[in-house]
């Protein structure tokens, strides 16, 4: 009997013993590829010597000091390294442990942001459908996933939803991607004359649309479209980058290929790669201004923020992908995955998607290509998948069923950025070999 209290009490978990490079161990010592890189977390593998080395000596120096008392020079480093990356005046960097942390950050400062500037009806949140954010009581109020509201309403945050750019599902025949675009910020702008400007406080996204779609990326003017209803009405924006960001599509910040950037940018996974927990919000000059010039304190924290042997990690990880240009990596191995994916299942009845932008790739199975419907809606098939790839030494990460509009069955592969061209065709043969 385990005393841990699992998410899933009767999974029989294996034990994870040993990483090294791509590749988990358990304690039989098999070997199995991390695929998925946890949950697009483990950008650089297992057991980084360069990481390791930059965690040890700042456990030698000082582990840990309380925010309110001091900062540490690898917390300042880590900021300015974000700082002088991030798209637009993102300039204000927020740290946290996780991704729910980062993105209830970013709400309340969204919130505490218009009780500073006098407009403080403004209190509803607008997210879309096929999305999540995490699993807080805020950041879920927010998620597009209603049966995991469900348990727990009412919730706390206002949250209203509106369709994700599904290019794949929604698109229609004969609309171009601009207009495809259009029909979606105009939904937004609907919603946000329904609720009232005054009322509405941000628009919530996922840069590129993580567990819940398979790395669903949006098409080219989107993004776009959406920051301009955002300004037209004074409505921040806020893009959730825990699973996209850090490298994951190629651009340390994924926004910067769609050429915008938001008011608020959260941040986890990829920061620290695993090796620590550690997450961030980043503020606009913009929002955090207005912070200053207002009440001057934001009403938020917790007791880990700017946690020092978190920081150290979180640099080493982010100097070690630029040292070794490992973005250049991630975009090739991205396309090869990708294209080798499309060749092993062009004749698959049931593969009716392959998407993604860098290592964050996503493959969507139907019933058959025409219909598009979910092959499962009891949500068995990606279990099954699940399970069969970790008998054949294989982690991904499935994601299934067709609740409340929201459209499965999906896998996403988020490999390490490490990833080497044989590396990437031994993953996509035992994924072959699995499905
Ligand atoms: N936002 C997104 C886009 C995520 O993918 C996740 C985690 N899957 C979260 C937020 C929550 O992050 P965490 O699990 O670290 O709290």
New binding site residues.
Partial sequence: MTHVFHRNPKQQLDFAVRGEGIRLYDQNNKGYIDASGG??VSCLGHGHPDVIRAIKTQLDAVAYAHSSFFTTQVTEDLADFLAQRAPGDLDHVYFVS????A?EAALKLARQYFVEIGQDTRRHFIARRQS????TLG?LAIGGNAWRRAPFLPLLVPAHHVAPCYPYRDQLAGETEEQYAERLAQELESKIQELGPENVAAFVA?TVV??TAGALAPVKTYLQRIRQVCDRYGVLLIL?E???GMGRTGHLFACAEDGIAPDIL?I??GLGAGYQPI?AMIASSKVYNAILAGSGFFQHGHTYMGHATASAAALAVQQVIERDHLLDNVLARGEQLRSELRDVFANHPNVGDVRGRGLFVGVEFVQDKASKATLDPSLKTHAKLKKQAMQNGLMMYPMGGTIDGVHGDHVLLAPPFICTPDDISEIVNTFAATV
Avoid: F, R, W
Avoid at 98 to 101: H, M
Avoid at 132 to 135: D, E, I, S, V
């Fill in positions: 949950a697009a996780g991704g729910s942390e993105v999540y954010h995490g699993n950041a996922e993580g567990a959730d825990v699973m996209s959260t986890a996974k997450g």
